[in-house]
């Protein structure tokens, strides 16, 4: 009986253990395969099925302060053909033409190229080649490698013949999607924008490459399974590798119509005057907002290889030169501020003027000794007064205020290779010549948007504004980066609005006062006759002229800065000085500044 | 008293004849499973037609959203066109509207800048500056500010009458399906534009002042 009775109880739990270790060992496989590796298996199906497609990320645009676009990207197409392909339709052909599909024919070159040549013919006028050259891509491909299945027939090519491509239905040639990069206003702040290499997109120069992080997109990746005959995606079987994320929008504070005028009134006088480079730059008084900053010769970012190397950056942040008498309106500043003079304090200015520590300072033109004020001195550009004047001052306090006005140091646009200008050093390493030079704007070097900010600084009543250049940058999310614009006192707001009086009186009573004259307005202005080094510690018989000056006086709204360099038909700030007329004249124009009511207060020149 | 013991023995032998019956009306209900069966074939046939509705269903919903996936795939074909269509008319537009094409156009009808403002003050009557004509024979504005994109589009008085020249702009007319979509395009957006806007063949368009 017990045998019996023990002999099914014995199966049973033997087969259920057995059942259980099966059960087990399957749990164990599907775990292992539904949870373990689930992600590993799940790719490698989708890779054996489907096709990973590209998704752009569009770079961002680049827009001016009213939103015109200055720089856009485009969807252009790359013509690519299969050499591989190429050459077997050809061998297709040939075999159906002789009747045998069954024996493999071996093609001759010149029976390849006679074959290829028909379709070749078509594509070539499409995308500007010759047929030769076409044909030469692919059997130079098919040289190189008989299984060659990728050449470039044209790269970036536009909608149109991208159409015309597909129009001509050849099988073996296919348009790729590539976006790039064209700037809808040419030269219009070209030199700003900087541009982008053609073929990849990196971007090379201006604000594409130094706002690069607010700009570029990112590269997005999708796969799906599709049908086997047309491609159509099976639904619900896209995948999301990487999400494709957009560029953020840069809007500037330039005004793209102010920045056209400019440009075009700087470059007209440039070739006029047969100078080699110039700059002009339009910043707002209250806000430290560049409006317009001109650069010529001016690159296309479309087509930047038409113009020089040396041409295609921003002069106006890139060249550091001595900037010459526009920086005796700094150093009158200083004087006033520090209160070792005031507007009428009175000196005489010779011609040449030896300072007890050995200096040995001139005026550029012989004159008797004259009696001047401080007015007077900035009115005559005299060096030896200026230097008389300066003298009141230790050679730290000049160089703390200069520190003050941001001189010597990068501005806070940050443009790729931005200079900070040279104070030569230190105070301490200023030789005797450098240390009256450094008064009237010699010895030094500095940008022309420092010298338009430190203008900037003395027509604000003695704040200066950090200089924008970029507006903000919004994310495609609509986040947007706004920048800084708390001011910081430079000097006293008296010691201001004396130097912009005296400024005026420049304007009114200077040699240029007929050729720089704007009806209607009180304009504050100076010019600069400057040297500019040759490189090799000398310095080149061409000046750098420039004028830099504010308008309306009496509530200054605007800073208009303008630098010729080396105008060799006109070697004198006359040749800067009419641009200074017109650029501001259209600047007053342009926002409806209400002109100015009462005169500028007249401030005896001499005594 | 026979009466009682007569009535006593059936009523002792009763309980044997029934219990007879009894066993038979326990066994009685077995062909019942017969009757049963009927309704269990119908919910066979419902089970079996509602798994053939569902397959069928499933297979009808899956060819629908194949059929729509194609349609889809459709209408993205034809969206992607449109889009090319798009930004090729907008960089038509953008080419056309781009400072130097106007100054141009400007200067070919023989525009000059006058670059010095004269400026009548309301509040006093005072007039500030000079009102001098602008002078012809300004430098055309065209190589000091370039424009690679503007190159051989033709200025506005070198077209055809009636013609505008966002269609021209770029060597227009090449597909003529692409061409009537474009100005069907350009006209919804031009729409309050285009009837004020003049023919050039009858001269300069005159602004309405008040």
Not at chain 1, 433 to 442: D, N
Request: contains cysteine.
């Amino acid at each position: 009986m017990k045998r019996t009775t023990r002999h099914p109880m014995r199966r049973i739990i033997v087969s259920a253990v057995l059942l259980v270790v099966l059960v087990g060992v399957f749990v164990v496989k599907l775990v292992d395969i539904q949870v373990v590796r689930a992600s590993a298996l799940n790719a490698q199906s989708q890779d054996a099925r489907s096709t990973p497609v590209k998704v752009w990320g569009a770079r961002g645009d680049i827009v001016d302060a009213n939103g015109t676009v200055l720089a856009d990207s485009v969807m252009r197409y790359d013509i690519v053909v299969s050499p591989k392909q190429a050459k077997l339709a050809v061998v297709e052909r040939v075999a159906s033409a002789s009747g045998d599909t069954t024996k493999e024919v071996d093609l001759t070159t010149e029976e390849l190229v006679a074959g290829l040549t028909p379709a070749a013919a078509e594509l070539a006028p499409v995308v500007g080649l010759t047929t030769d050259q076409v044909v030469g891509i692919i059997t130079s491909k098919l040289a190189e490698n008989p299984d060659s299945d990728f050449a470039f027939i044209a790269k970036q090519v536009d909608t149109a013949t991208y159409d015309a491509v597909k129009a001509l239905e050849i099988a073996w040639v296919y348009p790729e999607e590539h976006p790039s990069r064209t700037y809808p206003n040419g030269a219009v702040g070209g030199n700003l924008l900087g541009f982008v290499q053609a073929d990849d997109g990196t971007p090379l120069a201006g604000l594409e490459l130094a706002q690069d992080q607010c700009l570029a997109g990112t590269d997005g990746e999708v796969s799906y399974l599709h049908s086997a005959s047309d491609w159509v995606p099976i639904p619900g079987t896209e995948i999301v590798q990487k999400q494709a994320k957009d560029g953020g929008t840069l809007k500037l504070t330039i005004d793209a119509d102010l920045q056209f005028f400019v440009q075009r009134v700087l470059e007209e006088q440039r070739r006029a005057t047969g100078a080699d480079w110039a700059t002009a730059t339009v910043m707002e008084v209250k806000t430290g907002r560049l409006l317009a900053v001109a650069d010529v010769p001016t690159v296309d970012p479309n087509d930047p290889s038409a113009t020089d190397a040396d041409d295609r950056g921003s002069r106006t942040f890139t060249a550091p030169f001595e900037p010459g008498s526009t920086f005796k309106a700094i150093t009158a500043a200083s004087v006033l501020d520090a209160g070792k003079a005031t507007p009428l304090d009175q000196i005489v200015a010779p011609y040449k003027y030896y300072p007890s520590n050995g200096a040995d300072i001139n005026d550029s033109a012989f004159h008797e000794d004259e009696r001047l004020t401080l007015t007077g001195v900035l009115i005559e550009s005299s060096n030896t007064g200026m230097s008389k004047f300066g003298e009141r001052l230790t050679d730290r306090q000049r160089y703390d205020d200069m520190k003050k006005f941001h001189l010597g140091e990068q501005t806070e646009v940050g443009f790729p290779n931005e200079e900070t200008g040279d104070l030569h050093g230190d105070p301490d390493e200023w030789d005797n010549q450098t240390k009256y030079a450094t008064m009237f704007g010699q010895g030094l070097t500095t940008t022309a948007v420092q010298i338009a900010s430190a203008y900037q600084t003395i027509a604000n009543g003695g704040v200066r504004m950090p200089v924008q250049l970029v507006d903000g940058c919004t994310t495609p999310d609509g986040e947007t980066t706004a920048p800084p614009s708390k001011g910081e006192r430079v000097i006293s707001e008296k010691a201001a609005d004396e130097t912009s009086q005296m400024l005026e009186r420049v304007y009114a009573e200077g040699w240029l006062a007929d050729t720089w004259n704007i009806p209607g307005y009180r304009v504050a202005a100076k010019t600069g006759t400057a040297q500019f080094a040759d490189g090799n510690g000398g310095y080149r018989s061409g000046y750098l002229v420039s004028v830099s000056g504010f308008a309306p006086a009496d509530d200054p709204e605007f800073v208009v800065s303008v630098s010729i360099n080396n105008p060799v038909k006109m070697n004198s700030s006359a040749a800067s000085a009419p641009v200074f007329q017109k650029v501001m004249s259209q600047v007053l124009k342009k926002y409806r500044t209400v002109p100015s009511g009462a005169p500028a207060p007249d401030l005896p020149a001499t005594w | 008293m026979s009466a009682l013991p007569a009535n006593v023995l059936p009523a002792e032998s009763k309980p044997a004849p029934r219990r007879a019956p009894e066993r038979g009306r326990w066994l009685r209900p077995a062909p019942e499973p017969g009757r049963r069966a009927k309704p269990t074939l119908a919910y066979a046939i419902i089970a079996v037609a509602g798994v053939a509705a569902i397959v069928v269903a499933q297979l009808l919903l899956s060819i629908a959203i194949t059929q729509g996936a194609y349609d889809i795939d459709h209408a993205q074909m034809q969206q992607t066109k449109l889009d090319r269509q798009e930004q090729q008319l907008r960089e038509d537009l953008d080419r056309v509207e781009s400072p130097q094409y106007l100054a141009a156009n400007a200067e070919a009808l023989g525009m000059v800048p006058n670059a010095s403002p004269v400026l009548l003050k309301l509040s006093d009557g005072s007039v500030s500056g000079d009102p001098t004509p602008a002078r012809a024979g300004a430098e055309a504005s065209g190589p000091l500010v370039p424009n690679a994109l503007i190159d051989g589009v033709p200025l506005v008085t070198e077209e055809p009458a009636g013609e505008t020249p966002k269609k021209q702009a770029k060597g227009g007319g090449e597909r003529a399906a692409a061409g009537a979509a474009g100005a069907a395009g350009s006209g919804g957006a031009q729409t309050p534009e285009d009837p004020a806007a003049p023919p050039v063949s009858d001269g300069l368009p005159t602004p309405a002042t008040h």
